[in-house]
């Protein structure tokens, strides 16, 4: 099996939450073309230019910028049997949204309701060149089953989650979401159709965490168990 550029990540540096190691960026560089590289750097640059002004991300994650830049890149791979569009719920700063753009070239709906944050992502959009359409209003307020992916990263309770995916699926689109290994107790209180497939991947970039992916989603419908 041919190996992916984020596996034998140093862990440990994950566990401290420091940034991943230059090992780790020259193996993901080498995975991606030279203009992939290129507006990834000029994505990070605006990144840390505009988080000095408005609270993009925290203190303590200006410092692992890379990381959350792993973390994204690493669902190229498992996209890779599916066509675009993309929409990706609570884009804040732009991870996995603006970096999936980015790495696949897809046209992605960025769904995020602070004003800020989507003046930020109007601007990577311009500066970079990218198909983004910012819907800068909650998400409930979008439904577009055109979406063949969904992505979503640190947003929302899993049943939320499925409930804004719904309405903005293609029959045959899968929903991706990042999860913690607790989060995934939610899945017990969850009552989904049979229509519904569920998928786990390890997270390789943080130790602990799962890649949730869900498909069926737009044919069945998901309650809360009573």
Known sequence: MQRHPLMGIDEGKAKRGDDVSRETLERVR????????ARLEAYVALLERWSGAINLVSVADRKRIWTHVADSLQLLPLLASYPPPLLDIGSGAGFPGVVLAIG???????????KRKAA???EVAHALALPLDIHAAPVETLAR??????????????SRLIEWSRPNLAPDGVA?????EDDLKELDRLSLPPSVRLCLQPNRVRPGGRILLISGLAAGQAERAP
């Open 30 to 37: 080498a995975h991606v073309s030279r203009e992939t590289w």
């Open 104 to 114: 696949l070239g897809w046209p992605v709906t960025l769904a995020e309701r602070d």
């Open 120 to 122: 930020f992502l109007r």
């Open 145 to 158: 089953p055109c979406h063949h992916v969904v992505t979503a990263r640190a947003v929302a309770p899993l």
């Open 176 to 180: 991706v979401f990042f999860k913690k």
